[in-house]
């Protein structure tokens, strides 16, 4: 029986190679939260495209759809001009809710799908996961997918999937609007 592993779901179009990738060797158990995710109409276009790619795909996903947007400001609101310092929080926040969903349903390695976008710090991402897994105990199991992202597009459009056209924070939107 293969050992199961949690995947922090960031969109379902980051899910595909992240399933394709790990379903070989591990039991997939995605698991959704996003709190950074604004406005709220494209926090429910990606969860139901993560959905999709889920049911897809066969594998099982966890919803977390606490919309904790307030907590996530509050967080973040601060060093919002610092993207690099922004994005380490919220990585932050959504990896530690993944360890303690994967901690208290006993899945001993976690994951994130963040690790299939060529716009995320993965360096920041393995350093945090690291972090959180060995307070928790657990094993985070650092990737890096990013070779697969014009495959990964080209299957997304074949599957006519919402694609994203930022990160998913108000933040990131108004920087690929160039807007300061």
């Given at each position: 029986m293969k050992e199961k592993i949690l995947i922090h779901v960031c969109c379902g179009i980051c899910a595909i190679k992240t399933i394709e990738f790990l379903r070989a060797e591990y039991q997939i158990v995605g698991y959704w939260y996003n709190p950074n995710i604004q406005p709220y109409a494209e926090y429910r276009m990606r969860v139901q495209t993560a959905g999709y790619v889920f049911q897809r795909s066969g594998e099982k996903i966890e919803w977390n759809l606490n919309y904790d947007v307030i907590d996530w400001l509050n967080?973040?609101?601060?060093?919002?001009?610092?993207?690099?310092?922004?994005?380490?929080?919220?990585?932050?926040?959504?990896?530690?809710a993944a360890a303690q969903f994967a901690r208290n349903a006993g899945i001993k390695i976690f994951t994130t799908?963040?690790?299939?976008?060529?716009?995320?710090?993965?360096?920041?991402?393995?350093?945090?996961g690291v972090s959180i897994a060995k307070k928790h105990n657990l094993q985070f199991l650092p990737l890096d997918l990013r070779q697969y992202q014009q495959e990964t597009k080209n299957i997304a459009l074949k599957w006519h999937l919402y694609r994203q056209r930022y990160c998913g924070c108000l933040f990131s939107e108004l920087e690929r609007e160039n807007i300061k």
């Amino acid at each position: 029986m293969k050992e199961k592993i949690l995947i922090h779901v960031c969109c379902g179009i980051c899910a595909i190679k992240t399933i394709e990738f790990l379903r070989a060797e591990y039991q997939i158990v995605g698991y959704w939260y996003n709190p950074n995710i604004q406005p709220y109409a494209e926090y429910r276009m990606r969860v139901q495209t993560a959905g999709y790619v889920f049911q897809r795909s066969g594998e099982k996903i966890e919803w977390n759809l606490n919309y904790d947007v307030i907590d996530w400001l509050n967080l973040t609101l601060s060093v919002a001009k610092d993207k690099a310092r922004r994005c380490a929080i919220c990585y932050e926040m959504r990896l530690e809710a993944a360890a303690q969903f994967a901690r208290n349903a006993g899945i001993k390695i976690f994951t994130t799908t963040m690790f299939s976008s060529i716009h995320q710090d993965i360096e920041t991402i393995k350093k945090k996961g690291v972090s959180i897994a060995k307070k928790h105990n657990l094993q985070f199991l650092p990737l890096d997918l990013r070779q697969y992202q014009q495959e990964t597009k080209n299957i997304a459009l074949k599957w006519h999937l919402y694609r994203q056209r930022y990160c998913g924070c108000l933040f990131s939107e108004l920087e690929r609007e160039n807007i300061k």
